[in-house]
């Protein structure tokens, strides 16, 4: 009889099943099979008329959790004990955190299996990783099981009990969550400083000096021995400078006399300082700085982020993506500075193998950091990955490999230079010894050119010299708010205060923006007025929940169950019951949250009431004859509205003119996506007035009737195409002007406008010409090839040769294969070539054949619905 392996997904089960010996037999649980409910429906009819029934938890007996097997996983359960029915022996191979190690004990306790258990564990899923667990299983761990639990059973009864309370006192279908309304405090607390930062400006002179005509750039930094305002110096609160401050504040017309004083007038180097700094790599990456650097460099989402990075573990190309550790193994460590050594020379290797200490407070989820796996690695263009999980890995790659490279030394140069009674500064950079900085730069895509970046280089100066002034110029800056959070610096954020667990920061976030809390505009985080009036009611009733300080230490508190140094059950006993508990306290607030007053935002210097609504955010006000109300785009954010804009929501529609051939009105309207135009009034013969929106850089104020006539006219009829007779047409779009033919109901050929071009002014003639010319496609800066070796047999597509990071390599299409070991590019030819290409498939293609075994099921989004529900109230 064979041994049966339970894993949780697929993907995870076709990879494993590779390594393990023969007489094994691996199915998949597909995440959770039991939780608490999650709907009335989910409630057993036994139980439905118990007054804890909807929160899920028996909190009149011990908080014993409530839990249901849901619908869409009966027919799993019933796969996966038909499959047990067979088998001679059980392990548990579920992830090793918490939640793998509960998902374990849930499959446990549903199979009531009758055969030996073993629990199964590791960090990566390669042969010498699975060989090496299947020797080490160990039982499940009760401990941290109940750590688990307590958690869930913890962010259910505060997204169940304040959820309710935010339905009946704001708006319906709003959530509360444990670390969910912390984060959106932390959004509303930053848009909170932005409204009310006041601008400051300020002026300098920049020069452009030669030494030897070598040209270099120096700021004003003293005036009469007394420094030059800067930004810094500006309290934010009032535009002014700050109280105490011994600064010079420069206006423009202040600037532009220095400016004219100091013109040929003899400058002096006076000083010159060179300082050496050492730069060490970052350690390995963590779940929270994957996800930071993912966001920053990739512009993925934390949450897309994690979905990728699990999909490269299950396929077995990097280790556990769930950790808090930033240690490595001596394998992992070996195999970095192997690469390291090949790629980069030994010049490059750290003097010794360097090992990282992990610096979370509760770090407890894996004991190794996020790495290519294996005991050697994989470059990027060795896995035959494409996309997102290319570029995934490539920057875990990097960021490994990296760790274990010298560090980089760099010189930093500072010039004085004086003028009369002007002092300037130079600032210079040079890189000595690039060290890691060749293989990974933070937030930069391309070391190279990131070095490039690096280097400011001064020319040879000492004190004494007399360089130059070939330039003189007054500049004007003005303050800036501040930064609005990112996906990255959230996460940064919430990690530095120990609030929640990095695994949970994917889910959170992106329940913030799902529930309506904030908005994702240019990669930052934008709260909304929905999001202020919810933590305003918090802050007021409940301000523990949104207390920073008290989060953590609650976070705190749940790791020391699961180490055992702290009871759950009387944990949960104080926070939820007795006189002030979560439970006592909302009964008490819910009579006294006027929900008026809960539905209304708050904002200085706005003459108007902002609530919140049925269908979202309006302003009120009584303009001597009644209420007026106006909804409030999206657009408008709570930092930014100000009375003006408000003015003119309340107004209405403003009328541009007659269409001159029509004679209809043309207004101007504000709507749900911002400013648009309507051509004429809803009427039974046209309930659908055309609309259009506004071009980009065109502000309300600034719409003519012609610029309004012409973007209702787009798109434009051109004519048809002669070889398909096909419709062409102009128009704008998200990423402007283009061109575009019909050529059959379901195939359509785009094409930009070129420099020069015009939308509304194109002709049929022209259209035809750019239709004419071959289609553009991949990115617009494309690499030189080295080599080009001919055309593909099989597709006449181009094989080339192309420098990359790690050295050249062939590509053909999607597939990239790097050269063998002995080969060059000068010696490579086409066929040599096709046979390095035919052992890679590209990533679409590389799935293996699913066994007849395999459990499958129609529902494949069932897992990934099931845990976002279930993490819903975090």
Known sequence: MPTLVIVESPTKARTIRNYLPAGYRVEASMGHVRDL?????????????????????????????????????????????????????LILATDEDREGESISWHLLQILKPKVPIKRMVFHEITSEAIKKALKNCRNIDEQVVRAQETRRILDRLVGYTLSPLLWKKIAWGLSAGRVQSVAVLLLVSRERQRRAFRQGSYWDLKATLEQNKDPF??????????????????????????????????????????????????????????????????????TSTLQQESNRKLRMSARDTMRTAQSLYEQGYI????????????????????????????????????????????????????????NTFRTPQETGLSGREFSLYDLIWKRTVASQMADAR??????????????????????????????????????????????????????GDSPNCTKLDAVGHETQPPARYT???????????????????????????????????????????TAFAVTALLEEHFPDLVNTSFTSKMEQTLDDIATGEVKWLPYLR??????????????????????????????????????????????????????????????????????????????????????PDTGETIYLKIGSNGYYLQLGEPSEQNKKPKTASLPAGVSPDNVTLEIAVNQLALPRTLGVHPATNGKIQAGLGKFGPFIVHNQSKDEKDYRSLKAGD???????????????????????????????????????????????????????????????????????TLA???????????????????????????????????????????
């Open 37 to 89: 409910p999650q709907s009335a429906s989910d409630i057993p009819a036994a139980v439905k008329s118990e007054k804890w029934a909807n929160l899920g938890v028996n909190v009149e007996a011990d908080f014993e959790p409530l839990y249901i097997v849901p619908k869409d996983k009966k027919k799993i359960v019933t796969q996966l004990k038909e499959a047990l029915k067979s088998a001679d022996e």
């Open 487 to 529: 996906e990255a610096s959230l996460v940064k954020m919430l990690e530095s205060e120990g609030i929640g667990r990095p695994s949970t920061y994917a889910s959170i976030i992106g329940t913030i923006i799902d529930r309506g809390y904030a908005q994702l505009v240019n990669n930052a985080l934008i709260p909304t007025f």
């Open 319 to 374: 280790t556990y993506m769930r950790t808090d550790s930033v240690h490595l193994s001596a394998e992992a460590i070996s195999a970095a500075r192997s690469c390291v050594e090949k790629l980069y020379g030994k010049e490059y290797l750290s003097p010794a193998p360097k090992q990282y200490t992990t610096k979370s407070k509760g770090a407890q989820e894996a004991h190794e950091a996020i790495r290519p796996a294996g």
């Open 217 to 286: 750039s120096a700021v004003l930094v003293t005036l009469a021995g007394t420094k030059v305002a800067t930004g810094s110096d500006f309290d934010e609160a009032t535009g002014q400078i700050i109280a105490g401050r011994k600064v010079t504040l420069l206006s423009q017309a202040e600037a532009l006399l220095l400016q004219k004083r100091l013109r040929g007038k003899p400058w002096q180097v006076t000083g010159l300082e060179e300082r050496p700094v050492t730069r060490k790599p970052a350690p390995p990456f963590t």
């Open 832 to 874: 040599t070539a096709l046979e390095l290409l035919a052992t890679k498939k590209p990533a679409s293609t590389a799935k293996r054949t699913t066994k007849a075994n395999t459990i499958t099921t129609k529902k494949k989004t069932t897992t990934t619905k099931s845990r976002a529900k279930s993490s819903t109230k975090l």
């Open 410 to 463: 760099q010189t930093q140069i500072s010039v004085q230079t004086q003028v009369e009674d002007a002092g300037f500064r130079s600032s210079g950079k040079r890189i000595d010894f690039p060290g890691f900085l060749r293989a990974y730069v933070e937030g930069s895509d391309d070391p190279n050119a990131a070095l490039e970046d690096q280097e400011v280089i001064l020319p040879a100066l000492k004190v």
């Open 758 to 828: 015009d939308v509304f002014t194109i002709t049929l003639e022209r259209a035809l010409e750019i239709l004419s010319e071959p289609k553009k496609t991949g990115r617009s800066k494309s690499k030189q090839a080295l080599k080009e070796l001919g055309s593909h047999p099989a597709d006449n597509e181009p094989v080339n040769i192309y420098d990359g990071p790690y050295g050249a390599y062939i590509k053909h299409g999607k597939v990239n294969v790097g050269l063998a070991e002995g080969q060059t590019v000068e010696t490579m």
């Open 574 to 659: 104080q926070f939820y019951s007795g006189d002030k508990g979560l439970e006592t306290l909302v009964k008490e607030r819910e009579s006294q949250i006027d929900r008026t007053k809960a539905t209304t935002v708050q904002l200085d210097d706005l003459d108007v009431k902002v609530r919140i609504g049925k269908f979202g955010p309006y302003v009120e006000s009584n303009n001597g004859n009644g209420t007026v109300t106006a909804s409030i785009p999206p657009n408008l954010t709570p930092a930014d509205i100000n009375s003006a804009q408000v003015e003119a929501l309340l107004q209405g529609p403003n009328k541009v003119g007659e269409h």
